[in-house]
């Protein structure tokens, strides 16, 4: 390893060198105020005539073609990205120092590779950055662009003369840390984790894809990152794709993984079993898409779908670890699909009655914890699902006596919709898109004069059940019926397809149902 400080212009004036943002980086992301910052520090260098540290670069050193050097940037290329640009703006706005700059400091004149461009950036970020080296149009939404015009604007706008701003840039200090590819020497991956453990934190997914990434070279980096990384960011948005990590971790080390420990029990769990990063990608791969399946309720089986579309109303995302184990053991033979139903719509009962009957919910993640642990009851999945819930599962009196009085429409989660929809698809077999449906309180929430005259005590009988089971109803014309009388109401009741509209104008109750169902 060298590590040592070096003027900005040094750095940038080897011959022959292509400063390389690896493919597994992050797209170009700076703001508009960190530009405007960089702006003013060279602002306050070019009026004081002084040095002005603007931080370390680390990269690791390869040999290209025609005896050139390849920086792989592993810290620091979102800087050197924006002084790339700055330098471009100011190459424009004076001819005097265009052929200058632009020779020793953004292009390669006698390297062909990289299109002479001395920075290669992300393939996101490449085409808008070839487009402002070469003066091209672009038209696509790009922080690149973005940037490089307002560093036009902020160069136009200057008390400084455009000339005296690039003689500033020589002022900019930095230190850079040089690490060999020598698999032998420095683990760049160790020093990345050092230079990143303070200030603003990179994401555990982006900790985890450095880690998988950063120890190959870079054609198999392309490869990897290709074929199963870029795939999986397709798939979750950055927290989404955070989560899956962490419940991706609990299938496979049946333990609790805390939120800010989710890139440390994933070094772990990669080096205790020995993988390769081709074989972690292969995996993590695998199972985002059995979870992108289970966010999306897509997976090949309508009923399994309907179950999970449920747990998904629920917001139980906590026992998704435990429906991806589900998942895997079909695609892996050692359940049938019909065993996976039964499995998951216990749980889903579990779920549902645990919210209707307003028991607490935190000791799911231990439950599901132990539910990924194949090993115990001699891997009799039914029999260790059920041991685990046993102890805390509302039976169907304690739900029955529930549904009876619990105010299920201000519970979270539309769990009144949730019950309701489920009545509904049991009694039927019409398909009907419940999607745009509303929850119809029968006795309405404010009561009129008329209200009032047909129920004795409407406001107490209102504050005791209106929002229980036996209040409510679906439709699609709650606007409409509004506050109205149950005598009017009950004629929208009567057209509507609404298989419930019957308990609605004959008075019988389908409570049962719900309660053989779940």
């Given at each position: 390893?060298?590590?040592?400080?070096?003027?900005?212009?040094?750095?940038?004036?080897?011959?022959?060198?292509?400063?390389?943002?690896?493919?597994?980086?992050?797209?170009?992301?700076?703001?508009?105020?960190?530009?405007?910052?960089?702006?003013?520090?060279?602002?306050?260098?070019?009026?004081?005539?002084?040095?002005?540290?603007?931080?370390?670069?680390?990269?690791?050193?390869?040999?290209?073609?025609?005896?050139?050097?390849?920086?792989?940037?592993?810290?620091?290329?979102?800087?050197?990205?924006?002084?790339?640009?700055?330098?471009?703006?100011?190459?424009?706005?004076?001819?005097?120092?265009?052929?200058?700059?632009?020779?020793?400091?953004?292009?390669?004149?006698?390297?062909?590779?990289?299109?002479?461009?001395?920075?290669?950036?992300?393939?996101?970020?490449?085409?808008?950055?070839?487009?402002?080296?070469?003066?091209?149009?672009?038209?696509?939404?790009?922080?690149?662009?973005?940037?490089?015009?307002?560093?036009?604007?902020?160069?136009?706008?200057?008390?400084?003369?455009?000339?005296?701003?690039?003689?500033?840039?020589?002022?900019?200090?930095?230190?850079?840390?040089?690490?060999?590819?020598?698999?032998?020497?420095?683990?760049?991956?160790?020093?990345?984790?050092?230079?990143?453990?303070?200030?603003?934190?990179?994401?555990?997914?982006?900790?985890?894809?450095?880690?998988?990434?950063?120890?190959?070279?870079?054609?198999?980096?392309?490869?990897?990152?290709?074929?199963?990384?870029?795939?999986?960011?397709?798939?979750?948005?950055?927290?989404?794709?955070?989560?899956?990590?962490?419940?991706?971790?609990?299938?496979?080390?049946?333990?609790s993984v805390k939120k800010n420990g989710v890139y440390s029990s994933y070094k772990d769990y990669f080096i205790s079993n020995g993988l390769s990063s081709e074989q972690a990608l292969a995996d993590l791969f695998k199972f985002a898409s059995y979870y992108d399946q289970i966010l999306n309720h897509k997976s090949?089986?309508?009923?399994?779908?309907?179950?999970?579309?449920?747990?998904?109303?629920?917001?139980?995302?906590?026992?998704?670890?435990?429906?991806?184990?589900?998942?895997?053991?079909?695609?892996?033979?050692?359940?049938?699909?019909?065993?996976?139903?039964?499995?998951?719509?216990?749980?889903?009962?579990?779920?549902?009655?645990?919210?209707?009957?307003?028991?607490?919910?935190?000791?799911?993640?231990?439950?599901?914890?132990?539910?990924?642990?194949?090993?115990?009851?001699?891997?009799?999945?039914?029999?260790?699902?059920l041991r685990l819930l046993k102890a805390n599962f509302p039976d169907d009196r304690k739900l029955l006596e529930s549904l009876m009085v619990v105010d299920l429409y201000?519970?979270?989660?539309?769990?009144?919709?949730?019950?309701?929809?489920?009545?509904?698809?049991?009694?039927?077999?019409?398909?009907?898109?419940?999607?745009?449906?509303?929850?119809?309180?029968?006795?309405?929430?404010?009561?009129?004069?008329?209200?009032?005259?047909?129920?004795?005590?409407?406001?107490?009988?209102?504050?005791?059940?209106?929002?229980?089971?036996?209040?409510?109803?679906?439709?699609?014309?709650?606007?409409?019926?509004?506050?109205?009388?149950?005598?009017?109401?009950?004629?929208?009741?009567?057209?509507?397809?609404?298989?419930?509209?019957?308990?609605?104008?004959?008075?019988?109750?389908?409570?049962?149902?719900?309660?053989?169902?779940?």
């Amino acid at each position: 390893m060298k590590a040592d400080s070096i003027h900005l212009f040094d750095f940038l004036g080897n011959g022959k060198t292509i400063f390389e943002i690896p493919v597994f980086q992050r797209n170009y992301e700076w703001d508009r105020e960190q530009c405007k910052q960089l702006f003013k520090d060279l602002t306050v260098a070019a009026q004081t005539n002084t040095d002005h540290f603007i931080g370390a670069i680390v990269y690791v050193t390869e040999t290209g073609n025609k005896m050139s050097h390849i920086y792989r940037i592993i810290d620091g290329q979102q800087r050197l990205t924006s002084l790339t640009l700055l330098l471009k703006a100011l190459s424009v706005a004076d001819e005097h120092d265009q052929a200058e700059i632009e020779e020793e400091y953004l292009t390669n004149k006698y390297l062909d590779d990289n299109n002479h461009l001395k920075l290669k950036p992300v393939e996101h970020d490449y085409e808008a950055f070839y487009s402002v080296m070469n003066r091209l149009d672009f038209d696509k939404p790009s922080k690149v662009i973005d940037n490089y015009r307002l560093f036009q604007k902020l160069i136009k706008s200057s008390d400084i003369d455009s000339s005296k701003l690039y003689e500033a840039m020589n002022h900019f200090n930095m230190v850079y840390i040089e690490l060999s590819s020598d698999p032998n020497e420095e683990n760049p991956q160790v020093i990345f984790e050092s230079l990143n453990s303070t200030g603003v934190s990179l994401l555990p997914s982006d900790l985890v894809r450095n880690f998988l990434l950063m120890r190959l070279d870079s054609q198999q980096q392309t490869i990897l990152y290709k074929n199963y990384w870029v795939k999986i960011e397709r798939m979750f948005a950055t927290k989404t794709f955070a989560e899956f990590i962490r419940h991706y971790l609990v299938v496979k080390t049946h333990t609790s993984v805390k939120k800010n420990g989710v890139y440390s029990s994933y070094k772990d769990y990669f080096i205790s079993n020995g993988l390769s990063s081709e074989q972690a990608l292969a995996d993590l791969f695998k199972f985002a898409s059995y979870y992108d399946q289970i966010l999306n309720h897509k997976s090949a089986d309508d009923r399994f779908n309907k179950i999970l579309e449920h747990i998904n109303v629920m917001d139980s995302k906590v026992v998704f670890p435990y429906l991806m184990l589900l998942m895997d053991l079909v695609d892996t033979a050692k359940i049938n699909q019909e065993e996976a139903i039964q499995l998951a719509h216990i749980l889903e009962s579990y779920l549902f009655r645990l919210k209707a009957c307003q028991m607490p919910t935190n000791g799911l993640n231990k439950i599901v914890v132990g539910l990924c642990d194949l090993s115990k009851e001699g891997g009799n999945l039914r029999l260790r699902l059920l041991r685990l819930l046993k102890a805390n599962f509302p039976d169907d009196r304690k739900l029955l006596e529930s549904l009876m009085v619990v105010d299920l429409y201000h519970q979270r989660n539309h769990l009144a919709k949730l019950s309701l929809v489920i009545l509904e698809e049991h009694r039927t077999r019409e398909t009907i898109n419940f999607d745009d449906a509303q929850v119809e309180h029968i006795m309405p929430q404010r009561l009129n004069a008329e209200w009032r005259l047909q129920v004795a005590n409407a406001d107490k009988v209102k504050e005791q059940y209106g929002g229980t089971l036996g209040n409510l109803t679906l439709t699609k014309y709650n606007q409409e019926m509004s506050n109205k009388p149950y005598s009017e109401k009950k004629e929208f009741y009567k057209d509507s397809n609404v298989s419930l509209r019957t308990c609605l104008i004959s008075k019988k109750s389908d409570i049962v149902l719900l309660k053989s169902e779940f």
